[in-house]
């Protein structure tokens, strides 16, 4: 079992910037970020791999960075220039390596945390 704890969520304007992290039990080969809004399906933000591989939804392109300093450390998603559709419940999920599962946006992730709120404001 991979336990994930989030936090950082909160509100801001739009334009401003969050820093979200995620503490794990065990840092895995493959670690996203995904969002939920109510009514909606969850979507896939960002993904890392522990080769530095990353992923991202169009939607966040040049505006979300995913990072982990090491693979002992959190990982973080650093959020800019946040807009009002940014808004949702972000959720950092992990995998273990599986020879053939990718590691992107649209994968299919076992591990889940329990998820914190991002509210942008116009």
């Known amino acids: 079992q991979v336990q994930l704890v989030e936090s950082g969520g909160g509100s801001v304007q739009a334009g401003g910037s969050l820093r979200l992290s995620c503490a794990a039990s065990?840092?895995?080969?493959?670690m996203g970020w995904f969002r939920q809004v109510p009514g909606k399906e969850r979507e896939g933000v960002a993904t890392r791999t522990t080769t530095g591989t990353t992923t991202y939804a169009d939607s966040v392109k040049g505006r979300f960075t995913i990072s982990q300093d090491n693979d002992k450390d959190p990982l973080y998603l650093q959020m800019d220039s946040l807009k009002p559709e940014d808004t949702g419940m972000y959720y950092c999920?992990?995998?273990?390596?599986?020879w053939g599962k990718g590691c992107t946006v649209t994968t299919a992730f076992d591990y889940w945390g329990q998820g914190t709120q991002v509210t942008v404001s116009s």
């Open positions: 065990t840092y895995t080969y493959c």
């Open positions: 999920a992990a995998n273990r390596f599986v």
